[in-house]
């Protein structure tokens, strides 16, 4: 299905974070802006050339994990994610619960006719900022065959950033990538120790090796280093490298995302 969306290129997929959601501590009140805001990103996504778009709820921090994730939430993200699909029907569309809600998010996959979901955390586990983390795939596989949302692929991270991976020190980062594919995803995701990190790019020829789906980098890929790492991997998620000056929660910078694409398809 990867290859069958983006006909065998590399995509290159922008984040759109919504700011906190009804339930979350910073909620400020004001919906209508919220989905104002992540229009807005969508557009200067789109416009400056992205493959796809991806949307989640990055700033309901402090984040609850799992079944914790309340209703609210994703009542609210698959509302924008909505609005999103109604804008702009032709784009490629993600979707991302934080902390690793995974089903929530492939309900609002199903909801919004969205492409595919990210998940923090399909195999083994860690110890993320709020708290243990499991591995979510033999639930979530059986719960998008369950809802008839097979068509909509699922984006695995191994060893993701924000967390504590001591619990699984005694395996290597290729037998954890190992471990996504065999999970049944349809790519995995490396990211560095935090957001805007980029992972240590002489790992990434080890973990690409030997998979046989697609590996994405998932934080840290930049103007700077994307000579370096675009020609090891298979596509790439960007939130905070299209953001004005790098900061998370500016609005992305649509001349940013133009010479970043620009930048991709010189490098190859």
């Known amino acids: 299905m990867f290859s069958e969306l983006w006909k065998n290129k590399k995509p290159i997929i922008g984040m759109i974070h919504l700011k906190a959601l009804p339930g979350a501590p910073g909620y400020a009140g004001n ?13 200067a996504l789109i416009e400056g050339g992205v ?44 979707i991302n619960v934080h902390l690793n809600g995974p089903e929530m998010a492939l309900a609002v996959a199903k909801a919004a006719d969205a492409q595919f979901i990210r998940c923090f955390n399909l195999m083994n ?17 059986r719960y998008r065959r369950a809802i008839d ?5 699922i984006f695995g991270d191994f060893q993701v ?9 005694d395996r290597s980062l290729a037998e954890k990538a190992h471990d996504i594919q065999t999970s049944g995803a349809d790519a995995a995701i490396l990211t ?55 900061i ?6 649509r001349e940013k995302v133009r010479n970043f694409v620009l930048q991709a398809k010189l490098v190859g």
């Not at 994990?65 to 804008?87: C, H, M, N, Q, W």
């Not at 993320?128 to 639930?139: E, M, R, T, W």
């Not at 998370?248 to 910078?253: G, K, R, T, W």
């Open 149 to 153: 949302a097979e068509k909509i692929m």
């Open 248 to 253: 998370l929660s500016e609005p992305v910078d």
């Open 161 to 169: 950033k924000h967390g504590s991976h001591a619990i699984t020190a």
């Open 192 to 246: 560095g120790t935090a957001t805007g990190i980029a992972p240590d790019v002489n790992l990434i020829g080890g973990v690409r090796k030997d998979l046989k789906i697609p590996l994405l980098i998932g934080s840290g890929l930049n103007e700077n280093n994307i000579s370096r790492i675009w020609p090891k991997v298979d596509g790439a998620i960007v939130g905070s490298g299209f953001k004005k000056e790098g």
């Open 31 to 43: 919906l209508d802006k919220i989905y104002d805001l992540a229009l807005a990103d969508a557009e």
């Open 51 to 94: 493959d796809a778009v991806q949307i989640e709820n990055q700033f309901d921090t402090p984040f609850l994990v799992g079944s914790d994730i309340g209703p609210e939430t994703v009542a609210f993200l698959t509302a924008a994610a909505a609005k999103v699909r109604a804008y702009f029907p032709e784009i490629p569309l993600g």
């Open 125 to 141: 586990a860690y110890i993320s900022n709020s708290g243990y983390v499991g591995a979510s795939a033999p639930a979530l596989m």
